[in-house]
């Protein structure tokens, strides 16, 4: 079964989906965004890139189509998206 999730005023939307474990692929729109999760994740862009600070760091890194990056749970990341941005998550 599938569920749509919207954040941050409809800029993110989701469709979360089970395929052996909890997945979500979605739509980020341009703006500036701060992430919590529950379990850790990891993100990959299927097309767009973002700029991200995953926590502990400093630097920011940029990911583009078909680069992907791991956040650990019980934290928060922030984003700076400037281009429309497609994504898939899968929640490790």
Known sequence: MSKV?????????AI??????????GVMEIGEYIFSTVAPERVTIIKGAITVKL??????????????FEVPGD????????QTTAY?????
């Open 75 to 82: 934290s928060s990341f922030q984003m700076k998206v400037e």
């Open 5 to 13: 999730n919207e954040y941050f005023d409809g800029n993110i939307k």
């Open 55 to 68: 926590p502990g760091r400093i630097e920011w890194k940029i990911y583009g189509t078909n680069d992907d």
């Open 88 to 92: 898939f998550c899968e929640y490790l």
């Open 16 to 25: 979360n989906f089970e395929n052996k474990g909890p997945l979500s692929i």
